[in-house]
């Protein structure tokens, strides 16, 4: 068992750290979301953050676009030339593969300055994605709405977990210590 424990020391290092930096960032985000059902912005402030710039971004394209609170359910209603074509979630707002990204670019560190940059750009870049796949997604479904099934299930996570795994590969194969 030893030799075992020896032979995959960073197989195991790694495991154990992408856990525990996951199973934190997730309370932390838990508690978040814990502590925002009673505050100002609905449902909780990155959700809302995120449906308010969507909006905007809608409105740059020529989109005549409205975020509403919606009454049944702790989500905001989007509204693009008079019809409901989506919803934003919390699980739109990117935050939870923000965590999954920085906890993996944390269980394979490369320098602590290199890893800190790259976990927030990338972080941002995430974000800047998420905001344009609500957007895309939105304007398909104005468009396309027969098309809904395709573009939620295969377009939507197809931009964004495209983008995490290009990112990591960038990181394991650039700054991350397995190649220094």
Known sequence: MKTLIIKYKSVIKFILTFLIVYGVLSLVYSFYLDASKSGQYYPDFITNLVAKQSENLLKTFGYETNVVPHPNEPSIKVIVEGKYLARVIEGCNAASIIILFVSFIVAFSGKIKTTIIFALSGSVLLYVVNLIRIVVLSIG?????????????????AIIYGMVFLLWMFWVNRFSKINQ
């Open 141 to 157: 479904l104005y468009h396309y709405p027969w098309r809904e099934a395709i573009l939620h299930s295969v377009v939507f996570p």
